[in-house]
Nanobody
Framework: QVQLVESGGGLVQAGGSLRLSCAASGRTFSTYTMGWFRQAPGQEREFVAHISRGGTTTYYADSVKGRFTISRDNAKNTVYLQMNSLKPDDTAVYYC?????????????????WGQGTQVTVSS
């Protein structure tokens, strides 16, 4: 069982930056693939980025590639999402998620544990 708590969301102007953090409980954090997803009002939850257990492999949605960076610190049981050059379209609730399997998946249904989400609002 893993409990995830996101932080770092807020209101920022277009072109600005935010860093989201997701702290995980338990001693098995390094055995999970970690992902970030987001959900805007009236829209489905969409994949943003994921990172492998050891942090050596990352993958991004096309919409954030080159602007967002996912990283993790297994010693601190924390995964991060650095978001630069933010756009109003990035406005959403951002969720971190943990996946127990070996596959690096972009499908929300494959993730086993979820945080409560943190709101990111980008003003134009």
């Amino acid at each position: 069982q893993v409990q995830l708590v996101e932080s770092g969301g807020g209101l920022v102007q277009a072109g600005g930056s935010l860093r989201l953090s997701c702290a995980a409980s338990g001693r098995t954090f390094s055995t999970y693939t970690m992902g970030w997803f987001r959900q805007a009002p009236g829209q489905e939850r969409e994949f943003v980025a994921h990172i492998s257990r050891g942090g050596t492999t990352t993958y991004y949605a096309d919409s954030v590639k080159g602007r967002f960076t996912i990283s993790r610190d297994n010693a601190k049981n924390t995964v991060y999402l650095q978001m630069n050059s933010l756009k109003p379209d990035d406005t959403a609730v951002y969720y971190c998620a943990a996946e127990r399997g070996l596959a690096l998946t972009t499908a929300a249904r494959d993730y086993d544990y979820w945080g409560q989400g943190t709101q990111v609002t980008v003003s134009s």
